[in-house]
């Protein structure tokens, strides 16, 4: 069972999210008619939601393709000995790495990267090269685009059971 932040056991922050998901552009009085409170009451809200971390940020999000970027690839890098800083450092400082995370594995990082050809991998993977091992994976389509995690009352797949065999 998820553990969820105590503002989300009030059902009026989980629909206020809820709205902000469906459109994060929607105005503090639209937001406040649709939950049937005072603007200045949903405006503390998201004040206190913004406060403890359960809403982040509000942002806007591009088609990568629409920029002239319609490869995107995902680099797991295994760094050589003493190389860990400087390939954060590399993914930090290289416009085309759009995410970057400190895996467990036999692999430290796995990282996101649009490309405007394929033929411009090898660019970026010589970067990287330069202080570890890559295995690349080229994206072909998402048929689970980006999304945010269940809220309280959502379904959340429990784990499958193994049945007896008899």
Same mark, same amino acid.
């Given at each position: 069972?998820?553990?969820?932040?105590?503002?989300?056991?009030?059902?009026?922050?989980?629909?206020?999210?809820?709205?902000?998901?469906?459109?994060?552009?929607?105005?503090?009085?639209?937001?406040?008619?649709?939950?049937?409170?005072?603007a200045?009451?949903?405006? +503390?809200?998201l004040?206190?939601?913004?406060?403890?971390?359960?809403?982040?940020?509000y942002?806007? +999000?591009?088609?990568?393709?629409?920029?002239?970027?319609?490869?995107?690839?995902?680099v797991?890098?295994?760094?050589?000995?003493?190389?860990?800083?400087?390939?954060i450092?590399l993914?930090?400082?290289?416009?085309?790495?759009?995410?970057?995370?400190r895996?467990?594995?036999e692999?430290?990082?796995?990282?996101?990267?649009?490309?405007?050809?394929? +033929?411009?991998?090898?660019?970026?993977?010589?970067?990287?090269?330069?202080f570890?091992?890559?295995?690349?994976?080229?994206?072909?389509?998402s048929?689970?685009?980006?999304?945010?995690?269940?809220?309280?009352? +959502?379904?959340?797949?429990?784990?499958?059971?193994?049945?007896?065999?008899?």
């Amino acid at each position: 069972m998820p553990v969820f932040s105590n503002l989300l056991r009030d059902a009026r922050n989980v629909q206020l999210i809820r709205l902000l998901q469906s459109d994060p552009r929607t105005p503090v009085s639209e937001l406040a008619r649709r939950i049937g409170m005072s603007a200045p009451a949903v405006k +503390e809200r998201l004040l206190r939601l913004e406060e403890t971390g359960v809403i982040r940020g509000y942002r806007l +999000e591009l088609d990568p393709s629409a920029l002239g970027l319609p490869v995107t690839v995902y680099v797991r890098v295994r760094p050589a000995a003493g190389q860990l800083p400087r390939i954060i450092e590399l993914a930090r400082s290289l416009p085309q790495v759009v995410e970057c995370h400190r895996i467990t594995g036999e692999d430290c990082f796995i990282v996101k990267v649009h490309l405007d050809s394929i +033929e411009n991998l090898d660019q970026v993977l010589d970067r990287f090269l330069t202080f570890g091992q890559t295995t690349t994976s080229i994206v072909q389509s998402s048929p689970v685009p980006l999304r945010a995690p269940p809220l309280p009352g +959502e379904a959340v797949a429990a784990p499958a059971r193994r049945r007896k065999r008899r």
